[in-house]
Nanobody
Framework: VQLQASGGGLVQPGGSLRLSCAVSGFTLDDHTIGWFRQAPGKEREWVSSKIASIGFTYYTDSVEGRFTISVDSAKSTVYLQMNSLKPEDTAVYYC??????????????????WGQGTQVTVSS
């Protein structure tokens, strides 16, 4: 099982980035997918999830309306479209996958598999 995150970079405030997470070794449709981020000196925090069993998507309040999670099963890839980026969005972003059907998708422990992280820096 592998998750490979990419697409990070340096962007000005107000700009956009699309993160990708290429997965292998499991079926995306059977797994809940999450995006987390960790800023320097802070704990890893949950950003967004797509719940496999019901297809719903959820976002932390600070990114609601600006970020969009999506899944392309044919390409075995998960995306996080990030618009109207702010300096406080600066962090290493991680994708994660879970085979569990019950539990809290906002917690690190819910996820079986993790990608290596991609750096997003929002600065002028």
């Amino acid at each position: 099982v592998q998750l490979q995150a990419s697409g990070g970079g340096l962007v000005q405030p107000g700009g956009s980035l699309r993160l990708s997470c290429a997965v292998s070794g499991f079926t995306l449709d059977d797994h809940t997918i999450g995006w987390f981020r960790q800023a320097p000196g802070k704990e890893r925090e949950w950003v967004s999830s797509k719940i496999a069993s019901i297809g719903f998507t959820y976002y932390t309040d600070s990114v609601e309306g600006r970020f969009t999670i999506s899944v392309d099963s044919a390409k075995s890839t998960v995306y996080l479209q990030m618009n109207s980026l702010k300096p406080e969005d600066t962090a290493v972003y991680y994708c994660a996958a879970s085979s569990y059907s019950d539990g809290d998708e906002k917690t690190n422990s819910f996820y079986d598999y993790w990608g290596q992280g991609t750096q997003v820096t929002v600065s002028s």
